[in-house]
Protein backbone atom coordinates (compact mmCIF):
# COMPACT_ATOMS: atom_id res chain seq x y z
CA UNK A 1 0.00 0.00 0.00
CA UNK A 2 1.22 3.28 -0.96
CA UNK A 3 2.42 5.58 2.00
CA UNK A 4 0.42 8.79 0.78
CA UNK A 5 -2.30 6.38 1.05
CA UNK A 6 -1.74 5.29 4.44
CA UNK A 7 -0.98 8.53 5.93
CA UNK A 8 -4.51 9.64 4.62
CA UNK A 9 -6.48 6.68 5.76
CA UNK A 10 -4.92 7.65 9.00
CA UNK A 11 -5.64 11.42 8.83
CA UNK A 12 -9.11 10.37 7.80
CA UNK A 13 -9.95 8.33 10.94
CA UNK A 14 -8.57 10.66 12.45
CA UNK A 15 -10.42 13.48 11.19
CA UNK A 16 -13.81 11.43 11.86
CA UNK A 17 -13.03 10.70 15.68
CA UNK A 18 -12.40 14.39 15.90
CA UNK A 19 -15.86 15.10 14.68
CA UNK A 20 -17.90 12.53 16.62
CA UNK A 21 -15.99 14.17 19.48
CA UNK A 22 -17.00 17.78 18.47
CA UNK A 23 -20.10 17.09 17.70
CA UNK A 24 -20.52 15.53 20.97
CA UNK A 25 -19.78 18.42 22.88
CA UNK A 26 -22.33 20.54 20.90
CA UNK A 27 -19.89 22.56 19.02
CA UNK A 28 -20.53 22.95 14.71
CA UNK A 29 -16.68 23.06 14.46
CA UNK A 30 -17.37 19.19 13.43
CA UNK A 31 -18.41 19.61 10.01
CA UNK A 32 -14.89 21.10 9.25
CA UNK A 33 -13.69 17.33 10.62
CA UNK A 34 -16.18 16.25 8.19
CA UNK A 35 -14.94 17.70 5.35
CA UNK A 36 -11.82 17.01 6.17
CA UNK A 37 -12.74 13.34 6.51
CA UNK A 38 -14.16 13.66 2.99
CA UNK A 39 -11.23 15.18 1.41
CA UNK A 40 -8.19 12.80 2.90
CA UNK A 41 -11.15 9.55 1.78
CA UNK A 42 -10.46 11.09 -1.71
CA UNK A 43 -6.96 11.25 -1.53
CA UNK A 44 -6.70 7.82 -0.42
CA UNK A 45 -8.78 6.36 -2.76
CA UNK A 46 -6.80 7.74 -5.45
CA UNK A 47 -3.64 7.08 -4.09
CA UNK A 48 -4.29 3.61 -3.73
CA UNK A 49 -6.41 3.45 -7.62
CA UNK A 50 -2.70 5.03 -8.96
CA UNK A 51 -0.81 2.58 -7.39
CA UNK A 52 -2.97 -0.18 -8.31
CA UNK A 53 -2.79 1.15 -12.34
CA UNK A 54 0.89 1.79 -12.29
CA UNK A 55 1.68 -1.88 -10.93
CA UNK A 56 -0.91 -2.79 -14.15
CA UNK A 57 1.04 -0.96 -16.10
CA UNK A 58 4.42 -2.68 -15.54
CA UNK A 59 2.88 -5.95 -15.70
CA UNK A 60 1.39 -5.39 -19.05
CA UNK A 61 4.11 -5.47 -22.04
CA UNK A 62 3.99 -2.77 -24.14
CA UNK A 63 3.32 -1.97 -27.64
CA UNK A 64 4.22 0.78 -29.71
Given amino acids: MPRL ?7 C ?5 AAVVAFVEGSF ?3 IWVLL ?6 MAWFYLR ?3 AEK ?9
Fill in 5 to 11: AVFAIVV
Fill in 13 to 17: VLSVA
Fill in 29 to 31: LGI
Fill in 37 to 42: AGLTSN
Fill in 50 to 52: KAK
Fill in 56 to 64: AAAGSPRTS
